[in-house]
T-cell receptor, first 118, second 116 residues
């Protein structure tokens, strides 16, 4: 069975601080995909990134960066110089093997509520 | 369409009534998913469609829940004899389809259901 753990439930920072959101996953699959989604107060889940299990390169997109470490089953997300607009709930998610359509469902963590204060 | 749309955005119903929730996926997306988001359980998978077929219904919580998809497009999630524990936000997502787990799912705004 697949499992995603986001141990942090709520984080509060002051604007311009850096913040890291942790994600630890469990799976028996050798091929899998990891995702981060953002859920702002409006409620809609917004896709941020997808990473496959064969690619351990870190990725940077503007103020966002992701650190994937297979050895520790972690896929952490860092926001540099946080802004008030970053306030949202952030979900890490996991899906199964590529070629089996029935395993395309996402298993989500419980989410981390990030509050960025001015 | 530009994105996944869902209707209604909010639904208040009385215990025991039936409700229908609608999802209109992104044009051209053949895969469609329903999830439920509640305070106690977080985000849970309900059902997955590829075209009009549902190869994975494993997340439907009881036989009061059913879903269909017609024309490979619009999907309807029906909850019969609603209970208070059905109160949640029901989210729909779609993806291109055919490549399984490597595809990105794009979510709609959700339907917030309140059962009194």
């Amino acid at each position: 069975a697949q499992k995603v753990t986001q141990a942090q439930t709520e984080i509060s920072v002051v604007e311009k601080e850096d913040v890291t959101l942790d994600c630890v996953y469990e799976t028996r699959d050798t091929t899998y995909y990891l995702f981060w989604y953002k859920q702002p107060p409006s409620g809609e889940l917004v896709f941020l990134i997808r990473r496959n299990s064969f690619d351990e390169q870190n990725e940077i997109s503007g103020r966002y960066s992701w650190n994937f470490q297979k050895s520790t089953s972690s896929f952490n997300f860092t926001i540099t110089a946080s802004q008030v607009v970053d306030s949202a709930v952030y979900f890490c998610a996991l899906s199964g093997p590529t070629f089996t359509g029935a395993n395309s469902k996402l298993t989500f963590g419980k989410g981390i509520t990030l509050s960025v204060r001015p | 369409g530009a994105g996944v749309s869902q209707s209604p955005s909010n639904k208040v119903t009385e215990k025991g009534k039936d409700v229908e929730l609608r999802c209109d996926p992104i044009s051209g997306h053949t895969a469609l998913y329903w999830y439920r988001q509640s305070l106690g359980q977080g985000l849970e998978f309900l059902i997955y469609f590829q075209g009009n077929s549902a190869p994975d219904k494993s997340g439907l919580p009881s036989d009061r829940f059913s879903a269909e998809r017609t024309g490979g497009s619009v999907s309807t999630l029906t909850i019969q004899r609603t209970q208070q524990e059905d109160s949640a936000v029901y989210l729909c997502a779609s993806s291109l389809g055919g490549r399984g787990a490597q595809e990105t799912q794009y979510f709609g705004p959700g339907t917030r259901l309140l059962v009194l």
